[in-house]
């Protein structure tokens, strides 16, 4: 399956599973439920873990905290968009919890989205919707000045101003 990877289409590594058995290597995302079930094995394979959140169960994120160090993607899971916890709980990983794996929103969310999401921290998009990747992506050239400070670095209007000057 392709994917938008820090503003790239790339082809995803990861493979999603839900009651299938862990092969011994690779790249696997597991629900939080499973993580919590299986957590020492998963640790123990010789690969790379990732763990899927339910946007509409917030709290998942805050049992989930102790183990961020060992898990190296977060994935969203937005079964349908109707509120802005995605975005939240990406603040929240990049900037309280000072997360540095990768980000990911799969699910139900809009194009026009990506830009605000990848602003708050979220590195990569499973977007299942009718647009092209390759159109989903122009959605990131439509903004060309930052106003607000987020957690995807400096660039602000404000700076860029002030260095001119």
């Known amino acids: ?7 790239e289409i790339i082809e995803d590594a990861w493979v999603h599973l839900t009651d299938e058995e862990v ?4 790249k696997v995302t597991v629900p939080f439920n499973r ?7 998963l640790l123990a394979r010789d ?3 990732g763990v899927r959140l339910n946007c509409e169960a917030p709290e998942e994120l805050d049992r989930l905290v102790p183990d961020l160090p060992q898990i190296q993607l977060i994935m969203l899971e937005l079964s349908r ?13 990049r900037q309280r919890h000072h997360y540095t794996g990768e980000i990911r929103v799969g699910g139900d969310f809009l194009p026009d989205q990506i830009y605000y999401l990848s ?3 979220v590195d990569a998009f499973e977007y299942r919707g009718p647009e092209t990747l390759e159109d989903v992506l122009q959605v ?10 987020a957690a995807d670095g400096p660039g602000l209007i404000q ?3 002030l260095a001119v000057q």
């Open 159 to 161: 700076q860029r101003r």
């Open 140 to 149: 990131f050239e439509t903004f060309s000045v930052k106003y607000q400070p």
């Open 47 to 49: 690969g790379e873990i």
């Open 81 to 93: 968009f109707v509120d802005g916890r995605a975005f939240s709980l990406a603040r929240l990983l």
């Open 23 to 26: 092969p011994a290597n690779g």
């Open 119 to 121: 602003r708050v921290g």
């Open 1 to 7: 399956m392709r994917i938008i990877n820090n503003r």
């Open 35 to 41: 993580w919590l079930a299986e957590r020492e094995a």
